[in-house]
């Protein structure tokens, strides 16, 4: 499978996972078809509610990216971060950042800002990572997402 259709298989994957956790219909949580690219949308996956959702599947990154300064990490950081300022320049308002990244057979990671944890229930383990993010389980972010974020 080329990179670009793991990257496809992983986004729907994802659009999937959040719409059966929060209950929703494929209308409202999927894929951009142009990740990012056409200009109503924003980062990977659409959302209804306010989200800006990049999704990484690469092979290339261990767990002890996790715990270190990381460039690629960086990197998709800063992808998330340019389909926020579209979001910001086009919505006016911030939304919620995710990104979303994992690899063939392993956890699913969510890298979120730091200020998120004023808002986490207490019994969620997560990792502070460079100091202004943290990383968490997927299947923590889904519950936040219900919790916190889509009434």
Not at 108 to 116: P, T
Request: hydrophobic share 40%; glycine share 2%.
């Amino acid at each position: 499978m080329k990179n670009k259709d793991r990257g496809k298989y992983f986004e729907d994957v994802i659009a999937e996972k959040i719409r059966l956790h929060l209950k929703l219909i494929k209308k409202d949580v999927h894929r951009n078809f142009e990740s990012g690219i056409a200009s109503i949308e924003y980062g990977d996956i659409a959302v209804p509610f306010d989200c800006v959702i990049e999704c990484k599947y690469h092979k290339s990154w261990t767990e002890n990216t996790l715990m270190k300064y990381n460039k690629q990490l960086i990197d998709w950081w800063n992808q998330l971060e340019e389909a926020h300022n579209k979001w910001l320049k086009d919505v006016g308002k911030p939304a919620l950042k995710a990104l979303i990244f994992s690899k063939p057979h392993a956890n699913i990671y969510v890298m979120l800002d730091d200020s998120i944890k004023e808002i986490l229930p207490e019994n969620i383990n997560y990792i502070v990572w460079n100091n202004s993010h943290i990383i968490l389980l997927f299947e923590h972010f889904l519950n936040i997402l219900k919790e916190k974020f889509y009434k």
